[in-house]
């Protein structure tokens, strides 16, 4: 029985599209780095171009491997062993994204606990508060900093927390939309899976909004302190993966439409679903403890 | 439910002809060619990395300042450091992992080729910059290999942009390198071969791979802020808009000290086949081996901050990770005593791979000890940042760890190539590394417990002799790595035909395969019992 149950295995064709990717990294690091470089100067440099380069490689790169991956798959070569390979290693993936974000919300409980109460004078850090940066006070949001910038707060009410009605919602209609997929119902998939895309949309759209009252209204800005610091870096990753996200939702909808995935093999959805799952628990914690708390 | 595997393709994947040409190793999705690619460039990296030291080394010969200036000589200590952390240790386990997991556990490649591919072929990318920064005005990275704030925000050179981005792509790559080895073990392992019977190898790379993918991603997160600190205005690690320094170094050792882990577990895995095998006994405590590597993992997220007792902790907090540390001791003992009694009463031979792995079992330990004085809060204040801590963690990664990947080498060349090495030219090299590395690292205790400081290019007089003997162990060192590609590319050319299974006592899946071992290993999976 054992035996029986074990296929024989599947070992993908040699293909071009993995080092085409490496280049593609190549670039974007090298063009990055030099962009950064050149913008810290004022000056007009290659850096960009590199940069842009890279991009467009790895464009190239992910059209190519998925359409060699998609007409694989639907040409049946794959075994169920592959798709459990392919699900494990998108489970693990979104892992090291969860640790990724773990490192600013570190940075963040640091910052709050220990940084800014000890800049206060908190412990027996009296000195350093009397000394070095004399008439400091510790308060979150961190609205003056030592060095004595000054920004407003970004509330909870109003956007952040439509956003978050929004954002748990869609978690809920990516869901009905794999209940549809998975019943065979196409049409119940195509409706949700269009409305958790408008959704998304929608939140980007408020998000940026936001950005813009912050930045033109509350005077919040990405240099002014700490507080200012972990909020734009956290939501700003979290933007960058939700856009991310509803890409990938828009490829999971086009390829609905072309009658691709059936009730039992639909890898890619899966990954979609659990990705945009996590981006909606990631938001979540951010609502609470940069919002709320 | 099974999915009918067409039978054109089938012939085309199957073959067990390697395919020629350059397309070969650019394309590929084999894991034997991957893991080959691995180790080359692991060893280039080696030597990189290593002309890097003799450098250091060649200045510190004499006290005062001779060949560089020193603001070069921070940047040979950060490379070095950086090439071999990342470009020699990691790809070389890696490298290993390719060649030996899907043999070990019957499986016919590892589960995800392709991104296989794309993982090695990050690294050369990664590296080149990373090397190429040092040409740039203002020169490379020069502020250690832990990049601390500020030294990396208000006081680094251009190039720490460049820096931060080869991090960035290092790291996708080791990310996507842990994910493929943790897919494989767990999911392509031959039918019988439940955990509880995986080599320990596998083992302790699960775990590794587990590290990997939980502290990679912080690593990526600690070299963002520092890019937007030094870029972009931010002030995570600036105390005028409420960061602190001292949060770099809480980030950067979260990831670093299961990163210290990650690049020794392989080498107690690597260790753990080897022992037996020249004993010809079964490994004493299986069990108790895995479950000791778990533990070891496991404490790793808990001891971070012992590399920062002098940068200021409230006492309680010092204590805390003291005792955690010290904790580690007790599965570490585990592990040693496990091989010991493995070796205890058993008929011992004495080929290249037991040497290395028994200077592996008694150096690591030298390595060990001065790591529980190093653990100890107290008397860290004295040893910290001086070249005692050089000379512990060099016994354990360099005749810990790269004595193990030479160990390996030699215990796994003939299923590689088909050929036995030239085992003359390979004890000539055991003996000459043995000796320097002894030479080499030993007498760094003794300067650092008298107070030399650690990355200073110019020293007191009082420790001219000390450095001259270190500096000769190290040149012989050096040199001796050469007797190293000496017998590999021998033994890659030709040589006495290596049977099936060339040691008597070896156990495992791998040598149950022809030698060399066939392109696709196993087509179907073997039984296991």
């Not at chain 1, 027996?124 to 030592?146: D, K, Q, R, S, Y």
């Not at chain 2, 996507?176 to 019988?192: D, K, L, Q, S, W």
């Not at chain 2, 778990?294 to 990770?321: D, K, N, Q, R, Y």
């Amino acid at each position: 029985m054992a035996e029986q149950k074990h296929e024989k295995y599947y070992v993908p064709a040699s293909s071009p599209w993995p080092i085409v990717g490496a280049i593609g990294l190549g670039l974007i690091a090298f063009g990055a780095g030099h962009t950064v470089i050149d913008a810290s100067k004022d000056a007009d440099g290659w850096g960009i171009n590199v940069l842009l380069g890279g991009i467009a490689v790895i464009l190239v790169m992910l059209f190519g491997w998925f359409r060699d991956q998609i007409n694989e798959s639907m040409s049946g070569l794959y075994s169920k062993q592959l798709g459990n390979s392919y699900r494990q290693g998108m489970a693990w993936f979104i892992f090291s994204e969860i640790m990724f974000f773990a490192a600013f919300f570190g940075a963040l409980f640091y910052a709050r606990v220990i940084a800014v109460e000890w800049l206060g004078g908190a412990g027996n850090n009296a000195m350093t508060n009397e000394v070095l940066w004399p008439g400091f006070e510790a308060i979150w949001p961190l609205t003056e900093t030592p060095g004595g910038t000054e920004s407003g707060a970004m509330g909870w009410t109003g956007l952040p927390l439509y956003n978050t009605i929004i954002l748990i919602i869609s978690s809920f209609t990516c869901h009905f939309a794999h209940v549809g997929l998975e019943k065979g119902k196409r049409k119940q998939l195509t409706a949700w899976l269009g409305i958790t895309i408008i959704l998304g949309c929608i939140f980007l759209y408020l998000q940026g909004a936001e950005y813009v009252h912050a930045y033109e209204e509350l005077g919040l800005t990405l240099d002014s302190g700490i507080y200012g610091n972990t909020f734009y870096m956290l939501t700003g990753f979290h933007g960058m993966h939700v856009t991310l996200g509803t890409i990938m939702l828009i490829v999971m909808f086009l390829r609905v439409v072309k009658g691709h995935f059936t009730p039992e093999s639909h890898f890619a959805f899966q990954a979609t679903s659990w990705y945009w799952h996590f981006v909606d628990v990631v938001w979540v914690c951010l609502f609470i403890f940069v919002y709320v708390l | 439910m099974s999915t009918v595997v067409g039978e054109v393709d089938q012939h085309d994947d199957h073959h067990h002809h390697a395919p020629s040409g350059i397309t070969r190793w650019l394309f590929t999705t084999n894991h034997k060619d991957i893991g080959s690619l691995y180790l080359w460039f692991s060893f280039i990296m080696f030597l990189v990395g290593g002309s890097m030291a003799m450098v250091i080394r060649a200045e510190l010969f004499q006290p005062g300042l001779q060949l560089v200036d020193p603001h070069f000589f921070n940047q040979m200590t950060t490379v070095h450091g950086l090439i071999m952390v990342f470009g020699a240790v990691m790809p070389a386990f890696t490298g290993l992992a390719n060649w030996m997991i899907p043999m070990m556990i019957g499986a016919p490649d590892m589960a995800l080729p392709r991104m296989n591919n794309w993982s090695f072929w990050i690294l050369p990318f990664a590296f080149s910059i990373l090397l190429a920064s040092l040409f740039m005005e203002g020169g490379g990275p020069a502020f250690g290999w832990t990049f601390y704030a500020p030294l990396s925000t208000t006081y680094s050179s251009d190039s720490t942009a460049l820096f931060v981005f080869s991090v960035h792509i290092m790291g996708i790559s080791s990310i996507m390198g842990a994910i493929n080895v943790i897919v494989t073990i767990m999911n392509m392992r031959a039918p019988g071969m439940s955990y509880m019977k995986m080599p320990l190898f596998v083992w302790t790379w699960f775990i590794t791979a587990f590290l990997l993918i939980a502290v990679m991603p912080v690593l990526a997160g600690a070299v963002t802020m520092v890019l937007t600190d030094k870029y972009f205005g931010t002030s995570f690690f600036d105390a005028a808009g409420g960061g602190d320094p001292v949060l770099f170094q809480h980030i950067f050792w979260f990831f670093g000290h299961p990163e210290v882990y990650i690049m020794i577990l392989p080498s107690f895995g690597i260790v753990s086949a080897i022992i037996p095998a020249f004993s010809r006994k079964k490994l004493f405590g299986y069990a108790s081996m895995v479950y000791a590597t778990a533990a070891i993992a496991g404490l790793s997220f808990l001891v971070w901050a012992h590399h920062m007792f002098t940068t200021g902790m409230p006492v309680f907090a010092e204590l805390f990770f003291m005792y955690c540390t010290m904790l580690i001791s007790v599965p570490t003992g585990v592990k040693v005593f496990n091989w010991v009694a493995t070796m205890w009463r058993g008929s011992i031979s004495f080929e290249t791979p037991m040497l290395f792995a028994l200077a592996f079992v008694i150096l690591f330990t030298i390595g060990g000890f001065s790591g529980l004085m190093l653990a100890i809060t107290p008397v860290d204040f004295q040893y910290h940042d001086t070249y005692f801590v050089v000379a512990h963690f060099h016994y354990v990664l360099v005749s810990g760890a790269i004595f193990s990947i030479m160990a390996a080498a030699y215990y796994w060349l003939p299923k590689w190539t088909g050929h036995m090495y030239d085992e003359k030219l390979a004890k000539t090299h055991f003996w000459a590394s043995l000796i320097s590395v002894n030479v080499l690292f030993f007498p760094m205790h003794f300067a650092g417990l008298a107070g030399m400081p650690r990355r200073i290019p110019d020293y007191s007089i009082a420790f001219a002799d000390i450095n001259q003997i270190v500096s000769i162990g190290g040149f012989a060192f050096g040199l001796s790595q050469l007797i190293f590609l000496w017998v590999v590319i021998k033994c890659v050319k030709g040589g006495e035909k290596a049977p099936t299974k060339p040691w008597e006592g070896a156990e495992g899946l791998e040598w149950t395969v022809p030698s060399p071992a066939p392109y696709h290993t196993f087509d179907t999976p073997p039984e296991v019992k």
